[in-house]
């Protein structure tokens, strides 16, 4: 089994350095997730506002806090000042919303771009032949700085069948790199999870969301 201090320790270990690993910490206690920031982790993701609310309170700044999962857009003005990233951005609209809101506390709100890399209608996410588009676009916005994309890929029995999607996020992540947009930073590079992350590594990721190999399987109340 092991400690959430074991499962951290194992896994920076199987990742090169500069690779960030985001602690998902859906569900999680305060006390669980000091326990891997103090093995090591020093970004946190949470996905739900209610619940994220109480430890980002009592953590506060040892950790840097990722919202990873849909962002409802009456939820923005509550999300923008407790949180250092906004991973899951996917359309002009929100952007906007988070920019005015960015304003109103003052800060410039580091995004992501979400790409539905399996272009399925059902997820959320851009799709990847508009990403340039919507990029440029938001570029435009003066509280949003653009820091690269993310990406989830479908959801799969055998996670090695996520690696041609990694694959071409990757690749669109270096076209748009390349085209050196104003205003726009990319040098983050989020995908896989706990069942996928090394594939992931191997692809380009330079952040990976795990939260099942740090704490265990989730046990619902």
């Known amino acids: 089994m092991g400690t959430i ?41 949470e996905n739900y506002l209610q619940e994220s609310r109480e430890v980002i309170e009592e953590i506060g700044s040892r950790a840097t806090w990722h919202f990873i999962g849909h962002i409802q857009k009456n ?13 899951t951005v996917d359309s002009v609209e ?59 890929g479908p959801f799969l029995d055998d996670p090695a069948g996520l690696r041609p999607y990694f694959r071409n996020t990757k690749a669109l ?14 040098k983050h590079l989020s995908m896989g999870m706990s069942d996928s992350y090394l594939i992931a590594v191997e692809e380009g990721a330079t952040m990976v969301r795990i939260g099942t190999m740090i704490f265990g399987e989730r046990i619902y109340p």
């Open 5 to 45: 201090s074991d499962h951290v320790r194992r896994i920076l270990s199987t990742i090169p350095e500069e690779v960030l690993v985001v602690a998902a910490a859906k569900t999680r206690t305060a006390g669980e997730i000091l326990e891997a920031l103090d093995a090591g982790i020093s970004a946190v993701g």
């Open 75 to 87: 939820k923005v003005k509550q999300v923008v000042p407790l949180f250092d990233m906004i991973e």
């Open 94 to 152: 929100l952007a906007e919303i988070i920019d005015k809101q960015a304003e109103k506390h003052g800060k410039v709100m580091p995004i992501l771009i979400e790409v539905n890399s399996g272009q399925e209608p059902q997820k959320a996410g851009v799709m990847p032949g508009d990403v340039k588009a919507l990029i440029e676009r938001i570029s435009l916005l003066p509280h949003i700085a653009i820091e690269g994309l993310m990406t989830m």
């Open 173 to 186: 992540f270096d076209g748009i790199r390349a085209e050196r947009i104003p205003h726009v930073d990319m």
